[in-house]
């Protein structure tokens, strides 16, 4: 009993910490496709780039680890606003799946990149202070320390995006645009600074994760953002693609189905991934628009 | 311009599937490695026509077409499979029954291979196309990779992450290209009879083609089954191509639609002739970028070679293709004689002023 | 606009057709460059590569190795064979380095009529019902009762958690291997589950540490193990970790970290102990280009090529059936990892070597000999 007490609690914080992950990831995914409709594909592959970013500013630039953090945080920020600029722009006015069959190429583009100039060997993230690597124990229970890190990290980050939402005027013409492009710009806001800003936004979170999780799973591959890209998105939609709290809630409770499920049936470890996109098909049979519904579908 | 009559389109047609046949019978000229290119190019020809009936012809967005593709290359190796060769290969847990004692011919495997992906096709399809766009491609992605990981998983059925090796290399160029122009043939009337012009008309617009009286659902479900056909078919003689499947993500999985979907988008969505000619183009530059993967001599400098240097080549051509040329070689049209004709003397008469 | 792309395609076409008009023995190198487990075959190429400048012809001719990456992929492995025989005509392959891809690759050369000759692959079925796949060093059977031997009698363990990647092959074989001879020394076996690729253990290693073994044996591969070996370490295991010749890579150490420090493990070679001569030189000269000491692998790479240039040069002929007779007749050849002899079979019987983790650097404990 003393056991499973033990067990339940490290994999309840496990959760917190994957599920939170999800969630930075996942705000990314909806914020983007609340206001241009679009599924970035290539969102995940950020997450990688990111984690590659703050791994070089380290061991090739030599900055202070939270200096290097910082730096890939930003670049990687930047990151996301040149795709936008260069990738999607152009093709705003075509049909949607134009954009979706292009965001599929920069996925695929900025995988093998990192193939070609990073290398195909995956490499070590050992490039932060040891403490970050330190247990908490309490008595039976051995918590990593990186899981409270995460969730504190995770919950400030959420408590920023908020007040960019609510407090701030860029906040209000992103929620704006989320609605209607064309009268939003019409109301004077300049419609393409904002989308920019919205990938920016989105791209550095997705550049927190993968440092994150490169702390937690330290090796860092080109492929890496493929699987929790994936599952991110798959959080998004259940959450409700274009809610920002449904994308916070459906990574919480992506991670914690995993965790749990895996903690109370280890026989089942490989078909981990396989419960995201079950609940998935569940939910877009029974409620597509997911757990906060934003957009209704189309009847006639 | 002069319309080709009907004789002068059949005598043209026949003499190019002689060519054709005549090409293929001394494809061994140019070596066994370009026989087996060729071979592949057909292969994909199927893989990418049957995907551009969904995404092209009838404008649904599918992600899933590798789920069904991976279906029809174990159906069908799980049939051909020496029973010696499942012993020896499925040492975690033995093969099931009845499969561990039956061993049939390629023909028949090929045959209920994409039988049984038409079938998975049909479950897939049903509760799927009720969504609309974005969600039904991500209900499709969604169980391509609920199929992928089931194979990685059964032991016992598929052999799991250890895969099946040793599968005979029955793919030849003649079964590729057979298989390639009954799809063609098949997808083709399809494309042109009134069943394909109401596709035509749902993927324009669904409200109004149900307006008009067409059953969306009931059209939409048999390409959707159809496509799965082929794609199984064509899982198959893959399968019989390459000889060892591996159910992980880099073979079977998502980039495997990915790669498809490069050759209909290069081709031209909704064009059969442009899913062959974006099957080749993906085929001769997946292939011949290659060479730039490993070291080169070139009067007796050598340039090393960058691992990986093919793919990153293939994705900006891709991306370049969807910004500065979206609709692609063919666009939705065919190629056809008369176009080819019209062409011809459009650069003549422009010439001659 | 259109010119200029006309000019430049034509270049390209040029300049491919010229780089294939070389008068050279042509042998190919299919390794895994890219993917899971690149870092072996970065390893097994240096090895390759030193043995080419030592080395550079054989017959009279030049030789020029082509080098194909299978992108640690079963079915790359398959298609990169083909392509080094029909597309570049080569005479003869080393590689592939896990036993997956060389079965998968095998079934192309075996096809084919040229000789495959592996540096690593220690599964048995590599080459068993083959004629013309060899390789260079021991095969599971006897790994497995070494580490086996080792367990029992040095780590004195009698319980051990034992830790297979379904994904691989050569793992799952070396585990029964380990698992039979464990079993029949009186050892108990907890026997737990995962894949190539996976980065979370937690689940195993919390349900293998409830049982307390004395020893946790990992037969997989690198990444893996060293992952494996953190968690382990978190959830509180102190205990000695035991692997296959899969855990000798540089990334071990820098992906471990502490973690991996009393990890055993069997293999082919330690640069501290060369077996004979040849492998000094090979250390010497590894070490002067490298600056630090070469790992199992790279001296298995620098033994591939050696052998089979031997055959080539016993052979007298560049025809693959002729250099393959010559693989397979190879007696007491002086390598860098031992005396070679590979039997009608397709395998060497060589020595294991048993080495251990300490302060993050790999180092001798002992030989133990067939």
């Not at chain 1, 599924?39 to 984690?51: C, V």
């Not at chain 1, 809630?249 to 981990?272: C, K, N, Q, S, T």
């Not at chain 3, 487990?37 to 190429?45: D, L, T």
């Not at chain 3, 291997?177 to 290693?205: H, M, P, R």
Request: aromatic residues 14%.
């Amino acid at each position: 009993m003393d056991a499973n007490l033990n067990s339940f609690v490290q994999n309840f914080f496990n959760s917190l910490s994957l599920g939170g992950l999800y969630a930075l990831i996942a705000v990314g995914y909806t914020m983007v496709y609340g206001i241009l409709r679009l599924i970035n594909f290539a969102h995940g592959d950020i997450f990688m780039m990111g984690t590659y970013f703050a791994f070089y500013a380290i061991t090739l630039f030599l900055l202070p680890w939270w200096l290097g953090f910082l730096v890939a945080i930003c670049i990687t920020g930047l990151l996301g606003y040149s795709i936008e600029k260069i990738a999607y722009r152009p093709l705003r006015n075509a049909p949607r799946i134009s954009s979706l069959i292009t965001a599929i190429g920069v996925s695929f583009f900025l995988e093998s990149f990192a193939v070609v100039v990073f290398g195909g060997i995956p490499k070590s993230f050992n490039v932060y202070p040891k403490f970050f690597s330190e247990m908490l124990v309490m008595g039976k229970i051995r918590i990593p320390i990186l899981t409270f890190i995460t969730i504190i990290v995770t919950a400030f980050l959420f408590l920023f995006l908020w007040v960019l939402l609510y407090k701030t005027k860029t906040g209000l013409a992103m929620r704006a645009i989320a609605v209607d492009i064309p009268t939003t710009s019409l109301m004077g806001a300049n419609v393409n600074n904002v989308i920019s800003i919205t990938f920016i936004v989105g791209s550095s979170f997705a550049a927190v994760a993968g440092i994150l999780w490169a702390m937690k799973y330290p090796q860092v591959q080109p492929y890496m953002g493929f699987t929790p890209g994936l599952k991110a998105f798959i959080a998004a939609v259940i959450g409700g693609i274009g809610s920002i709290q449904g994308a916070i809630v459906g990574g919480f409770l992506l991670g914690f189905l995993e965790i749990m499920i895996v903690g109370f049936f280890p026989g089942l470890a490989g078909y981990r991934d396989v419960f995201a996109y079950v609940t998935l098909v569940i939910i877009l049979m029974f409620r597509p628009t997911g757990i906060f519904k934003v957009y209704s579908e189309q009847k006639v | 311009m002069k319309k080709l009559s009907f004789k002068v389109n059949l005598i043209l047609t026949i003499v190019f599937l002689i060519g054709v046949y005549f090409f293929l019978a001394n494809a061994n000229i140019f070596g066994d490695y370009w026989s087996r290119i060729i071979t592949l190019i057909a292969i994909y020809g199927i893989m990418a026509i049957s995907y551009t009936l969904v995404n092209g012809i009838t404008g649904i967005f599918s992600l899933g077409q590798a789920g069904f593709i991976a279906i029809g290359a174990y159906t069908s190796a799980l049939l051909t499979l020496s029973i010696q060769q499942k012993e020896m290969s499925f040492f975690i847990q033995p093969l099931i029954w009845p499969l561990n004692s039956i061993q049939i011919g390629f023909f028949p495997a090929t045959i209920i291979g994409g039988l049984v992906a038409a079938f998975f096709a049909f479950l897939i399809g049903y509760p799927s196309l009720r969504l609309t766009g974005d969600y039904f491609a991500i209900a499709t992605l969604a169980f391509a990779e609920i199929i992928r990981i089931l194979i990685q998983n059964s032991y016992g059925l598929t052999n799991g992450t250890l895969g099946l090796k040793g599968i005979s290399s029955y793919t030849t160029v003649w079964w590729a290209w057979g298989w390639l122009l009954v799809t063609v043939i098949v997808i083709g009337s399809l494309k042109f009879s009134s069943y394909g012009r109401a596709l035509r008309a749902i993927s324009e617009d669904p409200v109004a083609a149900k307006v008009m009286g067409i059953d969306v659902f009931r059209h939409q479900m048999m390409a959707f089954v159809i496509s799965g056909f082929f794609a199984g078919v064509s899982g198959s003689l893959y399968a019989h191509w390459i000889t060892t499947l591996d159910p992980r993500p880099a073979s079977l999985g998502v980039m495997l639609t990915f790669y498809v979907l490069i050759m209909i988008v290069i081709g031209g969505l909704g064009s059969i002739s442009g899913a062959i000619i974006g099957a080749i183009f993906f085929a001769f530059v997946s292939q011949w970028l290659r060479m730039f993967e490993s070291n080169v001599n070139f009067f007796g400098f050598t340039i090393p070679g960058v691992p990986g240097m093919s793919m990153l080549m293939l994705s900006a051509i891709f991306i370049l293709v969807m910004i500065f040329w979206r609709r692609g070689v063919m666009g939705k049209s065919e190629l056809s004689w008369q176009s080819m004709y019209n062409f011809f003397k459009k650069r003549v008469g422009d010439e001659n002023g | 606009m259109k010119k200029i792309f006309f000019v430049f395609l034509m270049g390209l076409i040029v300049f491919s057709a010229l780089s294939f008009s070389e008068e050279v023995v042509k042998i190919g190198a299919a390794l895994p460059m890219t993917g899971g487990i690149a870092s072996f075959g970065e390893m097994v190429y240096q090895g390759i590569e030193i043995a080419n400048q030592m080395f550079p012809t054989v017959l009279g001719m030049k030789v020029q190795i082509i080098l194909a990456d299978n992108r640690s992929d079963k079915t790359e492995a398959a298609n990169v064979i083909s392509r080094l025989i029909n597309l570049n005509g080569v005479v003869g392959i080393l590689g592939e380095v896990a036993s997956s891809n060389t079965m998968a690759g095998g079934a192309i050369a075996e096809k084919a009529g040229v000789p495959l000759l592996s540096p690593a692959s220690t599964n048995p079925l590599v080459t068993q019902g083959k004629q013309f796949v060899s390789r260079v060093c021991f095969i599971d059977p006897f790994q497995g009762h070494v580490a086996a031997v080792f367990a029992l009698k040095n780590l004195k363990a009698k319980t051990a958690a034992v830790f297979t990647d379904v994904a691989q092959d050569y793992s799952v074989g070396l585990s029964n291997f380990f698992i039979k001879d464990f079993t029949a020394g009186g050892g108990t076996v907890y026997k737990e589950y995962y894949q190539s690729g996976d980065q979370d253990f937690s689940a195993q290693l919390t349900d293998a540490l409830s049982h307390n073994p004395d020893v946790i044996y990992i037969s997989g591969y690198y990444p893996e193990i060293a992952l494996m070996a953190k968690q382990a370490r978190q959830l509180g295991y102190t205990g000695p970790f035991l692997a296959g010749d899969g855990a000798e890579a540089p990334e071990l150490i820098k992906i471990g970290g502490s973690a991996v420090n009393g990890l055993y493990y069997t293999s082919h070679f330690n640069a501290d102990h060369p077996a004979t001569k040849m492998g000094e030189e090979f250390v010497a000269k590894y070490e002067s280009i490298y600056h630090t000491p070469p790992s199992a692998l790279a001296a298995l790479g620098f033994d591939t090529y050696l052998v089979m240039l031997n055959a080539i040069e016993r052979a007298g002929s560049t025809d693959p059936a002729k250099i393959n007779a010559a693989i397979r007749s190879t007696k007491n050849f002086e390598g860098a990892t031992g005396y070679i002899t590979i039997g009608d079979d397709g395998n060497a019987v060589k020595s294991a070597v048993i080495n251990e983790v300490v302060n993050g650097q790999f180092t001798y404990v002992t030989t133990i000999n067939p």
